[in-house]
């Protein structure tokens, strides 16, 4: 999968990180068949959480938020594989609402 050159870790094929956040970016089409789109997932966690806390959180906050919460398990177990994922699912899923935004401004 990688090959350690010197300290830095490197990957063994070119399209490594395109392979991996295309096999993500499918996970996050089929997860959106059966709980619904990203965008009105975190619509829907953006309204939920301001009714908690009693402030108005945006979907982007929301998402924001999911990604530090991975960071921080991330922190403690480094090699879970599947929490490495779901960052890279968290940032595709941000860079979506970035343009959602864009698109309405």
């Known amino acids: 999968m990688s090959h350690n ?10 399209t490594m990180y395109k392979d991996k956040a295309q096999q993500i970016a499918d996970l ?4 959106g068949e ?7 997932f975190f619509i829907q966690l953006a309204n939920a959480w301001s ?3 009693g402030i108005e959180l945006t979907p982007s906050q929301c998402c924001a938020m999911m ?3 991975k960071s921080c398990r991330i ?3 480094p090699e ?8 890279v699912g968290y940032s595709l899923i941000m860079t979506d609402l970035v343009k959602i935004l864009e698109e309405h401004e």
């Open 80 to 87: 879970h594989q599947d929490t490495a994922d779901d960052l």
């Open 67 to 69: 990604i530090v919460f």
């Open 51 to 53: 009714g908690l806390l």
């Open 34 to 40: 059966d709980y619904s789109s990203p965008d009105n």
């Open 5 to 14: 050159n010197g300290n830095v870790w490197l990957p063994t094929t070119p």
């Open 28 to 31: 996050l089409d089929l997860k």
């Open 75 to 77: 922190m403690n177990n």
